[in-house]
């Protein structure tokens, strides 16, 4: 117990920085904790090699050498839920449970490592090693900016204060230079237009449904006595056709 106390300090505190400080500027870089940038330093690798390398009868795997390197670590942040939703708000980006770096052998990157702390072990591991493009795209960021991921639009930023820089536009729309404010209309406009271009909003969908609901009613309420008259004049009709016999 006295070992896991403070082990769930750290994980404690690691997940306590991902909600509760949401940094805009560069100046405001997170530092990177320990046991993080000891898995970038001595562990990453050889899970490399275990899920992704050559050797023991595997020839289609990656050759990593001893040249093979990791670049500088860099914490992920996202856009807030009251950002995504439109609303006013003074810090955009909240940090998030991963970290990014990436990967060369000789010289040539060959993928972007993404690590995370697993909250059941306390311990970081490797989450997901991208494609070397993504790496690419990512070292493209502005000097001592930070990266911000958009997972719904499969899109990533560089963001220093108020100028944002698409690295990877996937679905954003955003295709340069631009500010959060002005990313922030230009994916809700996006939504409304996808809002109006789908199924009716649910008030609109309601209405209908109690609209047909009267209708289907009133249709009922008239013709069934309608029908009731007509059978009951079809009944008279018959009684007088048929001659009874005459006792």
């Known amino acids: ?51 992704y390398g050559s050797g023991d009868g595997v020839t289609k795997g990656i050759d990593f050498d001893a040249t093979t390197t990791v670049g500088p670590i860099s914490r992920v ?19 998030t449970n991963n970290w990014v770096a990436s990967v060369s052998v000789r010289g040539a990157v060959l993928g972007l490592a993404t690590v995370w702390i697993n909250p059941a072990l306390d311990a970081p591991e490797l989450a997901a090693f991208d494609p070397p493009e993504l790496a690419r795209a990512l070292a493209a960021a502005p000097a001592e900016s930070l990266l911000v991921h958009d997972p719904a639009r499969k899109a990533w930023f560089a963001i220093d204060g108020d100028v944002l820089t698409p690295l990877v536009p996937g679905t954003s729309g955003a295709t340069e230079a631009t500010t959060p404010d002005a990313y922030q209309h230009t994916i809700s406009d996006a939504a409304i237009g996808d809002n109006a ?27 069934l006595p309608v029908r009731r008259r007509s059978k009951a004049a079809d009944d008279d009709e018959f009684d007088e056709d048929v001659d009874l016999p005459t006792p």
Do not use: H, N
Not at 10 to 38: E, H, I, R
Not at 77 to 95: M, S
């Open 1 to 51: 117990m006295g070992k896991l106390l403070p082990a769930m300090g750290v994980l404690l505190l690691t997940l306590l920085c991902g909600v509760a400080v949401s940094p805009a500027l560069a100046a405001d870089q997170p530092k990177t904790p320990q046991q993080v940038a000891d898995y970038f330093a001595d562990g990453l690798i050889p899970r490399l090699i275990d899920l």
């Open 77 to 95: 942040l996202e856009w807030t839920p009251d950002f995504l939703a439109g609303r006013q708000t003074e810090v955009p980006t909240v940090l």
């Open 197 to 223: 271009a789908g199924s009716a909003p649910p008030g609109v969908a309601i209405a209908a449904l109690v609209l047909g609901i009267v209708v289907v009613g009133l249709a009922v309420f008239v013709l």
